[in-house]
């Protein structure tokens, strides 16, 4: 049953298919002082420009879509594309011409260096896993046994590299463009990494053991063992990707969800900074093999260790839980027990390392303390939030919050006839109960003092595109696509009171001026 449930975990990603659909492809040319951009536009779709900053754009044409630029300019362009049965998911391409003598540079969406970043803390916890860290002395054998050499020490780090953005590259093959946008907010995808994590968790435990079947690591171990040449490095990093597997396995799981949200480079750019951050260390221990004798050596820190990460994955499991349970409207999750179980898992954290701490060494003590004080500060934190707090640190886990002092419709018609009957304008929120960001604006944007009291002024409809009961999701993605050409979220349209948008739209932010500055009213 144990390697029934393993299997099944690896080969989930498979069991869906898509392909990448990008149908539309930017170019840049220095024209003299000013850069000239052009996206064409494949036949059969049409563009949809969410947000173009301050600049328009000189022509647009059935194919195409060109915008000039002036010698310092910064413009983000946030774009999605539509046929007559798909809209592909939201991108973002921020152009910037600088007077150097580098020309035209492109950067992208700042969201791709926090997944970037988000991979390099992931690989940075999994050197220290049970999983991990032992085999880097196995690591140091097998290339002292080769002859060592700094070619094979860079090779097995790039080969390491390599298998894990692999699998980002896989894992965005599979699901395409435009269903990598609904994967972070899909109620069964949720619920399976929900389940996945506290399997794991109880696992870290010490309930059970999950790991690969052993034959996979030894008949892997062996060829490597037997087989000279590239071939054997590659075969060695494979070895290290599947036993490590059941201490890896879930944050790769919560990294490659996180990033589905974003772009589509989004997972193998996680992926990236995920085997950056597992290979270093094995490389720089291959080249310099008397480093190993300076490393603490496995023991019960690292069951410590163990234990810490098993809380951590319980805390983070609830997110893919409350995702599922909003969808779906089954009320098992309210915001007050999240937050009573976030601070049981926090003040777990403190009171694991606080037990018997006289026993370990003053170096032990040192490290403990510097774990458990903010586990301890952070679960204190939480307490408030018992009775309705904004705990804002945890708005983009938490089930959203509710605001006072606004009038909140769920339902289109009924609002916009609720605020023709006053003669209010109309704030629409486009929203999705697994949107991180979402959550994020209502704590530091929605709740503050300021914009609630011009919210006042305002019919505020609020639309959740994920919702799965009786279509209510589907028909309002449907009125964002189709009335507003948009279907990313957050998203805010301002009409007036006869229902005519006077404002471009409101996407992401978390400055509550910039928010006031765009109301009208």
């Known amino acids: 049953?144990?390697?029934?449930?393993?299997?099944?975990?690896?080969?989930?990603?498979?069991?869906?298919?898509?392909?990448?659909?990008?149908?539309?492809?930017?170019?840049?040319?220095?024209?003299?002082?000013?850069?000239?951009?052009?996206?064409?536009?494949?036949?059969?779709?049409?563009?949809?420009?969410?947000?173009?900053?301050?600049?328009?754009?000189?022509?647009?044409?059935?194919?195409?879509?060109?915008?000039?630029?002036?010698?310092?300019?910064?413009?983000?362009?946030?774009?999605?594309?539509?046929?007559?049965?798909?809209?592909?998911?939201?991108?973002?391409?921020?152009?910037?011409?600088?007077?150097?003598?580098?020309?035209?540079?492109?950067?992208?969406?700042?969201?791709?260096?926090?997944?970037?970043?988000?991979?390099?803390?992931?690989?940075?916890?999994?050197?220290?896993?049970?999983?991990?860290?032992?085999?880097?002395?196995?690591?140091?054998?097998?290339?002292?046994?080769?002859?060592?050499?700094?070619?094979?020490?860079?090779?097995?780090?790039?080969?390491?590299?390599?298998?894990?953005?692999?699998?980002?590259?896989?894992?965005?093959?599979?699901?395409?463009?435009?269903?990598?946008n609904d994967l972070s907010t899909n109620a069964v995808v949720n619920i399976f990494f929900f389940l996945l994590l506290v399997v794991f968790a109880l696992s870290f435990f010490g309930l059970f053991e999950i790991t690969l079947p052993d034959s996979w690591s030894t008949a892997l171990d062996s060829k490597a063992r037997s087989t000279g040449g590239f071939l054997s490095i590659l075969l060695m990093a494979f070895t290290l990707v599947i036993v490590s597997f059941s201490c890896t396995g879930p944050i790769i799981g919560t990294l490659l969800v996180e990033a589905a949200g974003h772009s589509l480079l989004a997972p193998t750019l996680g992926m990236l900074g995920f085997a950056i951050a597992l290979a270093l260390p094995f490389s720089l221990f291959a080249m310099f093999p008397e480093w190993l004798k300076q490393a603490p050596k496995s023991g019960s820190w690292m069951e410590s260790f163990k234990v810490v990460l098993a809380f951590l994955e319980l805390a983070l499991s609830l997110k893919f839980l409350s995702v599922a349970d909003l969808a779906?409207?089954?009320?098992?999750?309210?915001?007050?027990?999240?937050?009573?179980?976030?601070?049981?898992?926090?003040?777990?954290?403190?009171?694991?390392?606080?037990?018997?701490?006289?026993?370990?060494?003053?170096?032990?003590?040192?490290?403990?303390?510097?774990?458990?004080?903010?586990?301890?500060?952070?679960?204190?934190?939480?307490?408030p939030g018992l009775w309705g707090a904004p705990v804002k640190a945890i708005s983009a886990f938490a089930p959203p919050m509710e605001i006072e002092g606004r009038e909140v419709f769920n339902n289109y018609e009924e609002g916009l006839a609720y605020a023709r009957q006053e003669g209010k304008p109309v704030i629409i929120d486009f929203t999705g109960y697994g949107c991180v960001n979402c959550r994020k604006m209502e704590a530091y944007v929605l709740d503050n003092d300021s914009v609630k009291a011009r919210l006042q002024n305002y019919v505020f409809i609020e639309l959740f595109v994920d919702d799965k009961r009786d279509g209510i999701g589907d028909k309002n993605s449907k009125i964002q696509r189709e009335l507003y050409g948009a279907n990313a979220q957050p998203f805010y349209v301002q009409l007036d009171t006869y229902g005519q948008q006077v404002a471009e739209p409101m996407a992401f932010t978390t400055d509550p001026l910039e928010f006031i500055n765009w109301l009208k009213y």
């Open 328 to 383: 779906y409207g089954w009320g098992i999750l309210p915001r007050w027990l999240f937050i009573a179980i976030w601070i049981a898992c926090f003040a777990g954290i403190g009171i694991y390392l606080l037990w018997n701490i006289r026993a370990v060494s003053t170096t032990r003590k040192i490290i403990r303390a510097v774990v458990l004080i903010p586990s301890l500060a952070f679960a204190g934190y939480l307490v």
């Open 1 to 180: 049953m144990k390697k029934f449930f393993t299997i099944l975990v690896c080969l989930f990603p498979l069991f869906v298919a898509a392909q990448i659909v990008e149908p539309v492809k930017w170019s840049g040319e220095e024209i003299g002082d000013s850069v000239r951009l052009k996206a064409v536009i494949e036949p059969g779709f049409h563009m949809n420009i969410i947000e173009l900053g301050e600049y328009e754009f000189d022509a647009e044409y059935a194919d195409s879509f060109v915008i000039t630029l002036a010698k310092t300019e910064l413009t983000p362009i946030r774009y999605n594309a539509c046929d007559d049965k798909m809209c592909t998911a939201p991108e973002v391409w921020t152009f910037e011409k600088k007077v150097t003598g580098d020309g035209l540079q492109v950067t992208g969406d700042r969201s791709l260096w926090i997944i970037f970043l988000l991979g390099l803390l992931g690989g940075l916890l999994a050197i220290f896993t049970p999983c991990v860290w032992p085999i880097i002395p196995m690591t140091v054998s097998f290339f002292l046994k080769k002859g060592g050499g700094v070619r094979d020490a860079v090779l097995y780090g790039i080969s390491i590299i390599v298998l894990y953005v692999g699998l980002g590259i896989l894992v965005t093959l599979l699901f395409g463009a435009s269903a990598l």
